[in-house]
């Protein structure tokens, strides 16, 4: 089952609640997105923290039911 | 969740079978997956020698990467016995010139190739 672009956002929000969050999907197709995630957690973390950070918000999702998810996270 | 030993001692053998070693879906010459074909790309762009570790071949190895490095996804990039990231990583890097540079700073050989086409 493919996920909705705003599942998405309210997973990443419940981690990350001030977190400004743009999802876009790529191919219209409910399986292909872009995210960007900007939040002052990821203040003085590397890529991979900030995005394992995202990955664990998302709960086991990624590379499961949430195929493809073009990730990018940055501090404000 | 914990890893086998077996399993954790392979993957560490292929991190440490060559400088840089990519994780992915298919080989190097015949990616078979959009994101592994991204990051061959890249790496082939900067001219960058590396191993391919096709994780179709092997099961394990395919559900052991992502335990092993924290990481869900395939592609994997170690540089170095190092985790660097996955597509977008090296994608985002590679744009504004900091893969070239942690390639310079690890000592490995660049040598950018010009576009083809």
Known sequence: MPMQAHEIETLIKKAFPDAQITIEDLRGDGDHYSCMVVSAAFAGKSRVQQHQMVYQALDGRMGGELHALALQTRAP | ??????????????????????????????????????????????????????????????????????????????????????????????????????????GINVNPQPMQG
């Open chain 2, 1 to 106: 969740m914990m890893l086998e030993d077996r399993i954790k001692e392979k993957i560490g053998h292929n991190i440490a079978s060559d400088e840089v070693v990519l994780f992915m879906k298919g080989t190097p010459v015949f990616p078979q997956c959009g994101f592994s074909a991204a990051v061959v790309g890249v790496l082939s762009h900067l001219g960058i020698k590396f191993s391919g570790v096709n994780v179709l071949e092997d099961d394990e190895i395919r559900e052991g990467i992502k335990t092993y490095s924290d990481w869900p996804t395939i592609p994997q990039l170690y540089v170095k016995g190092e985790f660097i990231g996955g597509c977008d990583i090296v994608r985002e890097m590679y744009e504004t010139g900091e893969l070239m540079e942690m390639f310079n700073t690890h």
